[in-house]
């Protein structure tokens, strides 16, 4: 199988979980609402708030044994893989222990904390503990899932990810349908976690089989590179969430709670868009990883100006889509008083600039992904270091003399230096890529399909005005329909075509046997 050809499969199951993901959640969500009260719901809102707090003591440590057993596998160094993956795991039992024990602190005095009494104050402490202890122990066993990662093995690690989710969704119908409670969806949410450990554990076995898991391979070199990437990566993962929630807290602290309501409307939306393209380009940094090890440059050069090319398409479809569309959608799902623009800055236009800010992400997104395959997290660190304290300052002056709309231009101009201009030329220097083919592809994939889209939507809205769902879809596919025709012969190289193409009739005979 080619190198494409992979990528292809990793990125369209990475894609398919995402919607799987997205569609239960969607479905699922009233349905659990209105199933446990507000009452309960609450408390199991709370218990997974709390809960998902722990993620901050993984320290990035998944990601890096991601990075090093890849390297690992692509040398065939067997020992390298087990003292990584057993230093690792040593580490991350004794942080399951840590959490562990402050699951049992916060479980003998959340009922004071949160003033419950009764029934609920037993019902939050049975599924707090036992929620707690299930994400602890997530932290050794899903180190298991680095091993398919490694060899680039993502479709069937999206395989246990959809069933798993899947039967936690059937479950949980079943568990709330008789009567079983927030002690029913705890056991349930246990339950599928055990199931997508073994998976995981015979997966890494069954590729694998020279693996061993022991103390006598924890070694102080092996802590030594999970740390020193671990860091790096929890830096750039902390400074890439904190971009997102960074402008609410600027906006609550200078102007009103009210403000920050339409500020968040218009910008809820946008980390939707940024991970759905993440889901695709996420295939690519095992194969970065594999391929640096190995030296390969030209194949990391031919992934990157394809892949970007691909991705800009993509992002230039959804994002013109926001844009055009994005009014008349927040005026039928929240009230036309949050894009009057009467109160504050409407929150179509906050909508607007920040998918724009997310565009220049995306332009840059495989490129990111080739540069944390490379090992480049420093860099990457410190970029994303920047970008967050400059959102903050600019942010924090904009706001002075714009309001909200500020703010949002605080989050777009550190993007458009970083992600539209350090970064890539910091890639291009690397990779040795001559910077007019790389900005051509992104012209190439991005002019004709916004071009398009901004002519249709012109010659459309005026004579079509939306005032319904209805409405919407059909200005939705009007828009689209050309968009994705003129991706297909814009934002795809025709060898791409022909792989995509041969990937789907490939798909199609393993479906007719």
């Known amino acids: 199988m080619s190198s494409k050809t992979t990528i292809l499969k990793n990125a369209s199951s990475n894609l398919a979980g995402y919607f799987v993901n997205l569609t239960v959640g969607l479905l699922l969500s009233p349905f659990v609402v209105h199933a446990l009260g507000d009452s309960l719901f609450g408390l199991w809102t709370l218990i997974r708030s709390m809960t998902g707090y722990y993620g901050i003591f993984d320290l990035g440590i998944f990601s890096a044994v991601s990075h090093y057993v890849t390297r690992y596998v692509t040398k065939n160094n067997i020992d390298g893989v087990n003292r990584t993956m057993s230093t690792a795991i040593v580490i991350l039992c004794v942080v399951a222990l840590c959490t562990i024990l402050l699951t049992i602190v916060l479980t003998y005095l959340s009922p004071t904390w949160f003033s419950i009494e009764g029934t609920h104050s037993y019902d939050l402490q049975l599924a707090l503990l036992l929620t707690g202890v299930t994400v602890s122990l997530n932290f050794p066993l899903l180190l298991f899932k680095a091993i398919p990662y490694s060899l680039q093995r993502l479709e069937l690690l999206n395989i246990i990810g959809v069933s798993t989710k899947l039967f936690e969704a059937g479950l949980t119908v079943f568990a709330l349908n008789a009567g079983y409670g927030i002690l029913g969806i705890t056991i349930v949410y246990l339950s599928s976690s055990i199931l997508g450990w073994v998976a995981h554990i015979y997966l890494a076995y069954r590729f694998y089989p020279n693996l061993k898991i022991s103390i006598k391979y924890f070694t102080k070199d092996s802590l030594n590179e999970i740390f020193g990437y671990g860091i790096w990566s929890t830096i750039i993962t902390t400074a890439e969430k904190t971009v997102f929630f960074a402008d609410s807290i600027v906006i609550g602290f200078f102007l009103t709670v009210e403000a920050i309501t339409f500020y968040a409307i218009g910008a809820n939306l946008v980390p939707y868009y940024l991970a759905l393209i993440q889901s695709i380009t996420w295939a690519i940094t095992p194969f970065a990883t594999a391929q640096n090890t190995q030296g390969n440059q030209q194949a990391l050069k031919q992934v990157l100006l394809s892949g970007t090319r691909g991705t800009v398409a993509i992002g230039a ?18 009230g036309g008083k949050y894009v009057s623009g009467e109160t504050y800055t409407s929150s179509a236009t906050i909508l607007s600039i920040l998918t724009i800010a997310t565009f220049f992400r995306i332009t840059q997104s495989c490129g990111f992904q080739i540069l944390y395959g490379m090992g480049r997290v420093k860099y990457l660190a410190f970029m994303a270091i920047a970008e967050v304290t400059l959102n903050f300052i600019l942010s924090i002056i ?31 220097k690397i990779t040795e890529i001559p910077i007019k083919a790389y900005y051509s592809k992104i012209l190439i994939a991005f002019c004709p399909i916004f071009g398009i889209m901004l002519i249709i939507n012109e010659a459309i809205s005026h004579s079509y005005p939306v005032t319904s769902w209805t409405d919407l879809i059909i200005h939705g596919l009007i828009l689209t329909i050309p968009a994705m025709l003129t991706a297909y012969f814009c934002g795809i190289s025709q060898e791409d075509r022909k792989n995509i193409l041969g990937f789907l009739y490939e798909k199609r005979l393993a479906f007719r046997q």
């Open 398 to 428: 904009l706001l002075q003399y714009y309001g909200i709309i500020g703010v949002a231009y605080g989050t777009l101009i550190p993007t458009l230096l970083i992600r539209g201009i350090l970064q890539p030329l910091y890639l291009i």
């Open 317 to 334: 479809i959804i994002g013109g889509g926001i844009i055009f569309l994005g009014q008349d959608f927040l005026s039928l799902w929240m």
